[in-house]
């Protein structure tokens, strides 16, 4: 087998640890911090052991956190010159669980296939919770606002560990909650994980296949992970004899609130059946930005910019009234960095969570009427269909923007733009009908025509065009409803009826659909926790103010309480996570205080976690 030239370009650029990593053919726990190339060396080690490692009728398994870093991981393999579309099964967790193990060995196991609307939706999953907590007596609070600690106690449920953290009472609700769905026939995202470990376990041919179709996994964001899934990877290498390359950052971990822990890839790392790697050079920063992120985490980890990078900029910068005064200094430099030549994709403003703050910088944005793409969490529906509606909206627009672009922009344009393929979108659709168990197009050739119709036809849809008309096109040529009502998943049996309805009352342009893909061209504004695993020329952090980042009040079982420790070290680590998103410029808005969303003036003062860098910080 043979080495593409790009790869073995691509390993001769990097570090000779990363290589090391790429290279070394047993499991390989990779712990680095921001920026240190931790996904770079994944998409290599992937592409090398496909290009040489694993026969042709094989592949390799990866799982991230997210599935916009699923897509994009994918779209780096290939990329990298490897011809593997289908070698490659690049997903979240729980699709993995779904689409490799449960759907895939359903019969072998002697269990249905599922089918339609059996995987419940949010709004199924908290009344089924609201049920359970009805039976046991939980009336102080609400099924909704308690499913993540529902999640947590099925965790602990399903791994044995110690419940004395948790309400009994809520225990007991998440017994019955698992007994329902069982007696229901219905599955959930968490029940995913728990039952593909319990089918792996249970099953030795299925373990067998599983080694013989993916010999080697790889897994993304590995401290984001909870006890369930660390059992999945533990079982799938100690009793499937699977090669587990897993990568991760304890600093990064953000997610103990759904019951992550950083100590399952510390644990990893510790096994003698591990190669133990380290990266230290961070390529993506200045070292003023780096020093000043691990200032602020308060950990010193000694990491250094790469030889001869710019030191970068922090600017701290202080306005003296409420949020309306950091959503104008967050504009203006935004529009400074555009004057500086900085592309507007290349530039994000970022909050801790949704409040008094996004709603100052939202309507600056707006009345500026600065290009910009708000990442909004559950503004389109959820569901397999909606996702694979968004990328193709994102691959119509980015089409348009860049065929309307000058003729010297348009290689720049091209080189930056990461909306997806037509074929890796026909891949999605044909994915989509098998799980709905409807029959394959009746050709690739067909199908991708069929794309091309709704996306790049002659002239090409304008961004502004009525994503309405549009969408009602894309569903009766892609013959989408009946994907929607034979698909398993619950999201998606109403969420083109939905999305339809948003987009009339809503007048939404294409453009609008295409949010949540990347679209060139747009100022970013999104969460710290969405930014994470992304990069930017520019970073703006408004709002850092006590009360908002950390965040004083925690809401709980319908009251507010205090942080705790563990909650507050988590709190620090997200903003570490926002820190270390730039590359040249870095910068800081502190002020007084804010008014609330209910009007009361909170004046707590610029936030500790900045107070506390700046002391950290060696004089200048
Ligand atoms: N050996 C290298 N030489 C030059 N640039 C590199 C090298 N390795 C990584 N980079 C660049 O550094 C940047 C950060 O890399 P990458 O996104 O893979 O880091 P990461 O460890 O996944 O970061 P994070 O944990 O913050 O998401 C990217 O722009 C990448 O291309």
């Not at 728990?194 to 249970?202: F, G, N, S, T």
């Not at 389109?380 to 990328?391: A, C, V, W, Y």
Request: net charge neutral; proline share 5%.
């Amino acid at each position: 087998m043979q080495i593409s030239d790009t790869l073995l370009r691509e390993l001769e650029h990097l570090h000779p640890k990363q290589r090391a990593a790429v290279l070394y053919l047993g499991n390989v726990a990779l712990r680095a911090g921001p920026g240190s190339g931790k996904t770079r060396t994944l998409v290599a080690r992937i592409a090398y052991l496909l290009q040489t490692q694993i026969s042709a009728f094989r592949g390799v398994a990866c799982i991230t956190y997210a599935k916009a870093a699923a897509d994009e991981i994918r779209r780096r393999v290939l990329h990298s010159g490897v011809r593997a579309e289908g070698r490659i099964a690049c997903s979240t967790v729980h699709s993995f669980c779904l689409n490799e193990i449960l759907r895939a060995f359903a019969p072998l196991t002697g269990q249905p296939a599922l089918q339609a609307g059996q995987v419940l939706n949010k709004t199924a999953v908290e009344s089924l919770l609201q049920r359970c907590f009805d039976q046991v007596g939980i009336a102080e609070t609400l099924a909704q606002y308690r499913t993540n600690e529902n999640t947590r106690i099925r965790r602990a449920l399903a791994c044995n560990e110690p419940l004395d953290a948790f309400d009994p009472r809520e225990v007991q609700a998440a017994r019955l909650y698992e007994e329902q769905l069982t007696v229901r026939e219905e599955i959930d995202f968490e029940a995913m994980v728990m039952r593909a470990v319990r089918i792996v376990r249970e099953n030795e041919s299925v373990r067998d296949l599983l080694h013989a179709r993916f010999p080697h996994l790889i897994v993304d964001e590995y401290q984001d992970l909870g006890g369930v899934l660390h059992e999945l990877v533990t079982t799938l290498h100690d009793l499937a004899g699977i090669t587990v390359f897993a990568v991760g950052d304890t600093d990064q971990s953000v997610y103990g609130f759904t019951g992550a822990d950083a100590r399952y890839l510390t644990a990893l790392a510790a096994r003698d059946d591990f190669y133990d790697l380290e990266l230290d050079v961070n390529y993506r920063s200045g070292q003023d930005i780096i020093t000043a992120a691990e200032a602020a985490l308060g950990t010193p980890r000694g990491r250094r910019a790469r030889d001869g990078a710019p030191p970068g900029t922090v600017h701290l910068e202080q306005v003296h009234r409420g949020l309306e005064d950091h959503a104008r200094l967050a504009c203006d430099l935004t529009q400074e960095a555009q004057r500086r030549q900085i592309s507007p994709e290349q530039i994000a403003i970022l909050y801790p969570q949704r409040g008094p703050l996004l709603d100052a910088l939202h309507s600056e944005l707006t009345r500026r009427q600065l290009d910009f793409l708000h990442e909004r969490d559950d503004k389109l529906p959820d569901g397999t269909i909606s996702h694979f509606i968004q990328r193709c909206a994102s691959r119509a627009v980015t089409n348009y923007q860049i065929h309307s672009a000058p003729d010297t922009e348009r290689s720049d344009m091209l080189h930056r733009a990461e909306a997806p393929s037509l074929a890796a979108l026909a891949r999605d659709l044909t994915t989509l009908r098998t799980e709905a168990h409807l029959p394959p197009p009746a050709s690739r050739l067909f199908l991708l025509r069929a794309l091309q119709t709704c996306l790049d036809p002659q002239p090409l849809y304008p961004a502004s065009a009525s994503a309405y008309d549009w969408l009602q096109q894309l569903r009766a040529i892609l013959a989408l409803d009946a994907v929607a009502t034979s698909h398993p998943d619950q999201d998606n049996v109403t969420s083109l009826d939905d999305l339809a309805r948003l987009c009339r009352s809503k007048n939404l342009m294409l453009q609008d659909l295409a949010q949540g893909e990347q679209v060139i061209g747009k100022v970013l504004l999104t969460t710290y926790h969405a930014a994470k695993g992304r990069e930017f020329d520019t970073v703006i952090l408004p709002g850092l103010l006590n009360g908002i980042i950390p965040r004083n009040s925690i809401p709980d079982r319908g009251k507010w309480r205090s942080p705790t420790a563990k909650e507050l070290a988590e709190q620090r680590r997200t903003f570490y996570v926002a820190l270390t998103r730039a590359e040249t410029a870095l910068h800081l808005i502190v002020g007084p205080g804010y008014h609330t969303r209910s009007g009361y003036w909170q004046s707590k003062g610029p936030s500790d976690f900045v107070i506390e860098m700046v002391q950290r910080l060696p004089p200048t």
